[in-house]
């Protein structure tokens, strides 16, 4: 069993890095964090930090697929307290290429305090976390071997895969905000069944918006399945074109996407109106991606994540709306549903048999939004 600091000195020292830290690696996280219940911030910023030392690995180019599960399965035991971090780092930092950004490389080379504060946590908390991050590089380290210009071969596949790089992170903060408030723990089961899907949502937009970022590194998201029915070969992609194809696709899966968001919104709805800095977080993530998604549909020709992210401007307008409105129920539902007006939206099961007619629309699926009071989720997880 490695040795644990747990010093009142070293506990202090290892927040005070996270807190440091966390707004060198996430501009994003650095102002909804600090929205959460005090007793909150410290162990959800430490659960964003594993997570990010997780997905640096996976990220790095340098590494083969066989070093990074090799790499992840040492992390998980240092956080499990089997191994230490200094050991961990001593052999991760040489291999990092220069893809690593100065911040991921300070991060990684302090693990040990980060995993400082992971020790630290209440025994049900650690759980939690470890849970999430073993779940998280499993699945990372099934999908390296899979990786490629190709793309995934279906949405289910697609699902499963953000089921394991974001759904479970939805479940790891339910649990966190359930062991938080009793008010919430009442409504653990349904809030669970929803949880997968809020971080689907919230993934799927991501690989849209990075779609030709993440190609210039040799990877690819995209479900082959049911592009290929909408006409679109995902391995021969290139940014710049106009292909209608192509833009139906795209919609198609901002409809998917969307479907997942608006399983967030009633997760977000649960959370008691009392906890208005839980709303607030869940809120702001929920509308940047919305908001993401509506600059992809009305600019499907876009090369770059840079062309369809939301301006600074934008960020203010939603946190501005959302601070004064995240106690009102009624309220939020107007302004979710005035943000999401438009968008293409389809049902989270069926078969790619429909994709035709549903492309053929001339709303391109929008249709679907008046007749899917009850998403659930189809997380993939097995």
């Known amino acids: 069993m490695a040795q644990v600091l747990s010093t009142a000195p070293a506990i202090a020292e290892a927040e005070a890095y996270q807190g440091k830290v966390l707004g060198a690696v996430s501009r994003t996280f650095a102002f909804t964090i600090p929205q959460l219940p005090a007793e909150l911030r410290k162990v959800v910023t430490n659960a964003y930090l594993l997570c990010r030392i997780a997905d640096t690995l996976e990220d790095e180019p340098a590494l083969s697929a066989v070093q990074k599960a090799l790499l992840q399965e ?39 305090l980060v995993v400082r504060c992971t020790h630290s946590l209440d025994a049900p908390q650690q759980q939690a976390l470890v849970k999430c991050v073993s779940i998280m590089c499993r699945g990372m380290s099934h999908y390296q071997d899979s990786a490629s210009l190709e793309g995934l071969a279906d949405l289910g596949e697609v699902d499963r895969y953000c089921y394991h790089v974001a759904g479970v992170v939805g479940e790891m903060l339910t649990e966190l905000f ?32 990075d779609l030709w970022d993440d190609r210039q590194r040799g990877v690819c998201w995209l479900p082959r399945r049911e592009f290929r029915a909408l006409g679109v070969d995902v391995a021969s992609l290139a940014p710049g074109g106009s292909d209608p194809a192509f833009a139906a696709a795209l919609r198609y899966l901002v409809g998917v996407a969307h479907a997942h968001l608006r399983n967030a919104f009633r997760y977000t709805l ?26 992809i549909v009305a600019r499907p020709t876009y090369g ?32 979710f549903g005035g943000v999401t007006r438009g968008l293409p939206l389809r049902p989270l099961s069926g078969s790619p048999r429909a994709l035709s007619a549903w492309a053929a629309e001339p709303s391109g699926g929008e249709g679907f939004a008046a007749g899917c009071p009850g998403l659930r989720s189809g997380n993939g997880k097995e």
């Open 270 to 295: 649960m959370v008691p109106a009392e906890e208005a800095g839980i709303r607030r977080f869940c809120l702001w993530a929920i509308g940047l991606a919305v908001l993401t998604l509506r600059r």
């Open 74 to 112: 040492r992390f998980l035991a240092v956080l499990r307290g089997e191994e230490t971090a200094q050991g961990f780092v001593r052999q991760v930092m040489p291999l990092l290429s220069p893809a690593t950004s100065a911040d991921e490389r300070e991060l990684m080379a302090n693990t040990s």
């Open 304 to 335: 770059s994540g840079r062309e369809v992210k939301v301006s600074r401007r934008t960020v203010k307008a939603v946190i501005a709306s959302t601070r004064l409105a995240a106690r009102h129920d009624g309220t939020l539902r107007l302004l």
């Open 178 to 209: 359930c062991q938080h408030s009793g008010a919430m723990h009442e409504k653990r089961a349904e809030m669970l069944a929803l949880a997968p899907s809020f971080g689907e949502g919230l993934q799927l937009t991501n690989i849209l918006k």
